[in-house]
């Protein structure tokens, strides 16, 4: 069973939006950080948006600042990163990651940190 699930990617001129989703088990959105990362060719992975502290607190890449909204919905068990006003630097492969239980702020923005990983769904923007 896949952890988690994303899905909501697709092909955008920029200036436009999308929202990605990731579905995944109670157990994995009972406690602990959550998160996008997204990875473009030849480019190391990098923390998007997170959020944390039960969906109080939330925190941005300075690149998306302004642009992008993550949000957490318990009841559904599904995670969501809202993308406004998107660049063809945006362009990447997006993967939500989870890691239950207590959560260090000071290593949500690495990739290591996160024991569950979803398969990625692709975001591309055209200039």
């Known amino acids: 069973q896949v952890p988690l699930m994303e899905s909501g990617g697709g092909s955008v001129q920029a200036g436009g939006s999308l929202r990605l989703s990731c579905a995944g088990s109670?157990?994995?959105?009972?406690?602990?950080?959550m998160g996008w990362f997204r990875q473009a060719p030849g480019k190391e992975r990098e923390g998007v948006a997170h959020?944390?502290?039960?969906?109080?607190?939330?925190s941005y890449a300075d690149s998306v600042k302004g642009r992008f909204t993550i949000s957490q919905d318990n009841a559904k068990n599904t995670l969501y990163l809202q993308m406004n006003s998107l660049k063809p630097e945006d362009t990447a492969m997006y993967y939500c990651?989870?890691?239950?239980?207590?959560?260090?702020?000071?290593?949500?923005?690495?990739?290591?940190?996160?024991?569950?990983w979803g398969q990625g769904t692709q975001v591309t923007v055209s200039s």
């Open positions: 990651a989870a890691r239950p239980g207590l959560c260090d702020t000071n290593y949500v923005n690495l990739p290591n940190y996160y024991g569950y």
């Open positions: 109670q157990y994995i959105y009972s406690s602990g950080c």
């Open positions: 959020i944390y502290n039960g969906g109080s607190r939330t």
